[in-house]
């Protein structure tokens, strides 16, 4: 399992797809917060916030994830290298763990740069650090989390075709879908204590409510629920090619 999770980690850093992502990622945050005379920019702002990278970030990954996790089972597909993977000694969990693992860590290596934001912004506060940590360190949390989720969600849209566009966008639909759906049906259609429930349902909400600074166990147990879903799901996938 190990060396399966080198060799993808390697693949991703070998190939032009994980700097890719990465400068994307860099790109788009920097220049929503940095230069576009946005509310997102900092310096127009006049506030030390970082709150407009937890805003755009989420978007950007609904993009970004999607292409870093489309090849992962379609390209072993359509090269026909997916049943020779199957006979090495690793169980289908094992082969989807470590392609999972590998796309979160390339999740976490694009967030780490993001850290150069905090400390500018942490400067640049009148006093220095004069801003909200603790909502900024939860947001980072929620960000890897909600991060993880999208990439067991393109993991198992890669296992269901052999096309890496088709997974690519339904990767993208189905991130949507959980990240933005649920609230648009509690903002327009159902209000109430029904509406709160639906609310509730989708990824939005559990990472809205870590970037408020407070981790609550079942914001956790909620972003756990759903990577779990989505693997088993997968394995689910992989295991229908015997049948």
């Known amino acids: 399992m190990l060396t399966l999770f080198k060799k993808e980690i390697n693949g991703f850093l070998n190939s032009l797809i994980g700097y890719i992502v990465m400068i994307v990622f860099l790109l788009m945050t920097g220049l929503f917060l940095w230069v576009f005379p946005l509310e997102f920019n ?14 755009i ?3 950007v990954f609904l993009f970004l994830i999607p292409a870093i996790t489309m090849r992962s089972f379609a390209d072993e597909k359509k090269s026909g290298t997916l049943e020779l993977l199957m006979t090495q000694p690793l169980t289908d969990l094992q082969v989807i763990l470590a392609k999972y693992a590998a796309g979160v860590v390339l999740v976490m290596i694009s967030l780490l ?9 942490y400067h640049l506060g009148l006093p220095p650090g004069n801003l909200d940590s603790g909502s900024i360190w939860g947001s980072y949390i929620g960000l890897f989390f909600l991060g993880a989720s999208f990439v067991a969600i393109g993991i198992f849209t890669s296992s269901i075709t052999d096309n890496q566009i088709v997974s690519f966008i339904l990767a993208v639909f189905i991130s949507f879908i959980l990240y933005m759906g649920f609230e648009f049906v509690y903002s327009f259609l159902v209000s109430g204590k029904i509406g709160l429930i639906i609310q509730s349902l989708g990824l939005n909400a559990h990472y809205s409510s870590m970037s408020r600074g407070v981790i609550d166990t079942r914001d956790l147990i909620y972003f756990i629920s759903v990577t779990a879903i989505f693997i088993l799901l997968t394995k689910l996938s992989l295991e229908s090619r015997k049948w």
């Open 42 to 55: 900092v310096l127009d702002f006049g506030f030390a916030s970082l709150d407009g990278l937890f805003v």
């Open 57 to 59: 970030a989420p978007f």
């Open 113 to 121: 740069p993001t850290l150069v934001y905090y400390f500018s912004v």
